[in-house]
């Protein structure tokens, strides 16, 4: 395919050979896939400020460490060298965090350099070696959701661990690929100790997880790892390899069963509606 204005700078050092298709477009970036030698990554381009829909909220941006204190001061006064300097430390924090998250021994697409906007990093693919699909897009048994939501899980407490919380983690947010769940875009991941909204961010994620696998084996639904994993982070007892129950003791009163049968019951309809969308989406093709 021609290649896009964006990426030519990377053609041009020798970085991509081959600009090979679009694989997505999304509401922060353009994705395409490349050939690099002998390797086919991705390249992640990212939207100019004024063409993304994503908002860099200040729940997001509290607690980012800025190298520069007079960039710092800058950004604080919403000067125009303040907006420039607010972009680049957007653009930057997913380069970061892939490496600080890759080097924490999460599962997430293994970076290769930053170029002008643009991110070169490992295609997660299938089993055929093409694109690998969302979590979102694959329909799971029992067993599978429940190793995949432990997968998920270790992750988020290695990523906690290593300072870090994605801040938008759902099933649109993960790919599935031969091994399982890689957790991917992380422009919006948040800097746990300098973040009054972490807890919230980190009980959100887990709490995504949660319903989502939850709809493949209901058991999942009352379980709650999200108070669990920030317990052990308050109290200094999280580590990388931290083994969870997925139980938190809110208070003395006893749990109502019956609203939580309510819960896997609604969970379970849900699934049947579901995979009745699917069969009938089957029979429209055929």
Request: some cysteine.
């Amino acid at each position: 395919m021609k290649i896009p204005k964006r990426l030519q700078p990377l053609v041009d050092d020798g970085m991509v050979d081959e600009v090979l298709y679009q694989l997505m477009s999304g509401k922060e970036a353009q994705v395409f896939v490349v050939r690099c030698g002998d390797s086919v990554r991705c390249a992640k381009v990212y939207k100019e400020a004024q063409k993304r829909s994503f908002k860099q909220a200040v729940q997001y941006q509290e607690g980012r460490k800025v190298r520069n204190s007079r960039n710092a001061r800058a950004m604080g006064k919403k000067t125009r060298h303040g907006q420039k300097e607010q972009e680049e430390a957007w653009l930057n924090a997913e380069v970061d965090a892939l490496y600080r998250l890759a080097e924490a021994e999460v599962r997430v697409p293994q970076p290769f350099g930053f170029v002008d906007g643009v991110l070169l990093m490992e295609m997660i693919t299938d089993e055929e070696g093409g694109a690998a699909p969302r979590l979102d897009d694959v329909t799971l048994t029992p067993e599978q959701a429940r190793a995949y939501h432990a997968k998920v899980m270790a992750d988020v407490v290695r990523m906690l661990s290593a300072g870090l919380i994605h801040g938008d983690l759902s099933e649109f947010n993960v790919l599935v690929d031969t091994s399982g769940p890689v957790i991917i875009d992380l422009p919006q991941a948040v800097n746990a100790s300098g973040n009054n909204s972490a807890e919230q961010m980190l009980e959100r994620d887990v709490d995504n997880m949660r319903r989502y696998f939850g709809r493949f084996a209901p058991e999942l639904l009352i379980t709650d790892y999200g108070k669990e994993i920030w317990a052990l982070y308050e109290s200094g007892d999280l580590h990388p390899d931290s083994e969870l129950t997925g139980c938190f003791e809110h208070d003395t009163e006893s749990a109502n069963v019956d609203e939580l049968m309510e819960v896997i019951e609604a969970a379970k309809e849900e699934e049947w509606e579901r995979q009745e969308r699917l069969r009938d989406a089957e029979q429209d093709e055929d």
